[in-house]
């Protein structure tokens, strides 16, 4: 990049600096909410995301949270936008269909105005651990419509000029099974949003309105760099496709068909050839497929090119209307969020894997792997995503029990999980063999065993259990996840009534392999005997081929 190219006048350093203050406003306003948080979802898992936006609502900086959240947030700043913010207001939102992605994630956005005027916008999102509905947890695996998954707020003051708006706070907590608790988690995020409005006006302070217009400068260079970057890519049309696990209503095959379109320095995603909108729950809003595919963007261009609307601007995406990836109210969608957006980062890597094999791993194990523990009275609600294998890459072995694709949660610590609900956690570990072998061995997956100390709800929302994650350029397939209660299997999507001392055990895929497995060092074979991540059985296997 030459001295001229930042734009707005800003020389790289001074860019660079203000880039780096931004971003840093991000992530503290992540810290404030994490640890202002009372649910062990937000304060210990970190199932939260917060960014910054420009006056015109475009993405300016953002922490390193949760993919399927930052990437729709830009809609979320929009609806506000239409609603005449003025400085002083919070607003909240969660509707899928008017800037929301699923029921639980709740969105505040609070204009930043620290002199008065709003020159940007603050936005923190929070997966709340209930917020009413049929099921304890707000994703029911059956759901046939949205009303059926809890409270839907279009775009509406919590805060109104600086004065509390008790009305709407109270109309909320009287939806949810938890209230003390979700008061509690979106004090934290209108905290987190203030901090933002605090540290963007020391920041005018300090710079005036050079600081404005480093906001044009970051995303003209973040446009500029990602342009370069899809330059380098062949031209060419990509496809690939792959299936959904049954809908939560039946068990049949939901297809996902993706052609990516690499032309000059613009990426054009068609998910044309997709299912029409399903009777379940796995409807996908339109935000949620654009932040899959900007997520898979990021992850095939550099990583250090920073995060902000400039990254999308080159990059379409279709979907076609009342198809799985943009459906029509009331679909369901709660599982769209987090099973759908899954499949098409997968799709969507696996089709770009033709243009770019270095740069794109095999399968992932493809699913958040929910599981939704609650009693129906209300007491408590537990929430949790699950790791899994991540795919083996083009030159090293695949990760072992990380999340992978549109989120990266953290998981529940034992000993917070059994403080703050009556669970007790009986096995967590890795499980051997289950990442697909290959010169490149997928990660692993895990195993955890909860006994429920009451009488409870048991919700799941999990796929990979009939297709496994896909191995790549000869690798091996990754293995099938499972579900059992009290030791017996139950399907990848159900909802169960379970008495006290009963277990749920969930088993999660392991990531593919890369590469021919004739292929792998004996060395990283003895090593992966050595740290039992192979049992006896595949040890046989593998001495017989070799």
Request: charge should be negative.
């Amino acid at each position: 990049m030459t001295d001229a190219e930042p734009g707005a006048g800003l020389d790289p350093v001074t860019l660079e600096i203000l880039r780096n203050q931004l971003e840093s406003v991000a992530s503290e306003m992540g810290h404030v909410l994490i640890r202002g948080a009372y649910s062990p979802n937000i304060k210990e898992r970190q199932d939260c995301s917060t960014a910054l936006f420009d006056a015109d609502g475009r993405m300016v900086a953002q922490a390193e949270h949760i993919p399927v959240h930052l990437g729709a947030m830009p809609d979320a700043v929009d609806v506000v936008l239409e609603k005449d913010p003025k400085p002083g207001d919070v607003f909240v939102v969660n509707d899928p269909f008017a800037g929301g992605t699923h029921l639980p994630d709740v969105t505040l956005v609070s204009p930043i105005a620290p002199d008065g005027e709003i020159v940007g916008y603050a936005v923190s999102r929070a997966h709340h651990a209930d917020v009413g509905g049929s099921a304890p947890g707000s994703m029911p695996p059956g759901a046939r419509e949205i009303y059926e998954e809890g409270l839907r707020l279009p775009a509406v003051r919590l805060v109104d000029g600086g004065e509390p708006n008790e009305a709407v706070r109270d109309l909320i907590l009287a939806n949810v099974r938890t209230p003390d608790e979700r008061e509690a988690d979106l004090r934290a995020q209108r905290a987190a949003n203030a901090r933002a409005e605090e540290r963007i006006g020391e920041l005018l302070d300090e710079h005036g309105e050079t600081l404005l217009d480093a906001f044009d400068a970051v995303i003209d260079y973040s446009r500029e760099r990602v342009e370069s970057e899809i330059r380098e890519l062949p031209d060419g049309t990509y496809r690939a496709a792959d299936v959904l696990e049954g809908d939560g209503v039946t068990d049949a095959d939901v297809p996902v068909e993706v052609a990516v379109t690499v032309d000059g320095a613009r990426i054009d995603v068609d998910f044309a050839g997709t299912a029409d909108q399903v009777d379940g729950n796995l409807n996908a809003p339109f935000s949620v497929a654009k932040s899959a595919v900007y997520f898979v963007v990021r992850a095939v261009t550099d990583p250090e090119i920073p995060p902000n609307h400039g990254c999308y601007e080159p990059v379409s995406i279709s979907a076609p209307e009342g198809s799985l990836l943009d459906p029509r109210p009331p679909a369901a969608v709660v599982g769209g969020n987090v099973e759908t957006s899954q499949r098409v980062t997968d799709v969507t890597l696996e089709a770009l894997a033709e243009a770019v094999p270095d740069a794109v791993p095999a399968g992932g194990q493809g699913t958040m792997n929910n599981l939704i523990v609650g009693d129906r009275g209300g007491e408590f609600t537990y929430y949790e995503t699950i790791a899994g294998g991540f795919g083996a890459r083009p030159t090293k072995d695949g990760m072992d029990g990380v999340q992978v694709g549109m989120t990266n949660t953290l998981n529940t610590p034992v000993e917070a999980l059994e403080t703050a609900y009556p669970l007790r956690v009986e096995r967590y570990a890795l499980r051997p063999s289950s990442g697909g072998d290959g010169r490149y061995r997928g990660g692993l997956g895990v195993e955890r065993t909860l006994t429920v100390e009451r009488d409870a709800t048991v919700s799941l929302l999990t796929e990979r259990r009939r297709t496994a994650p896909r191995g790549l350029a000869g690798g091996e397939d990754g293995a099938l996840g499972e579900n059992l209660i009290d030791g017996e299997p139950v399907p990848a999507k159900a909802s169960v009534d379970v008495a006290a001392g009963s277990t749920v055990s969930i088993r999660t895929p392991g990531g593919g392999g890369h590469g021919d497995p004739a292929e792998r060092d004996e060395k990283a074979r003895e090593r992966d005997r050595r740290d039992g991540k192979v049992d006896d059985r595949e040890d046989e296997s593998t001495d017989d081929r070799l």
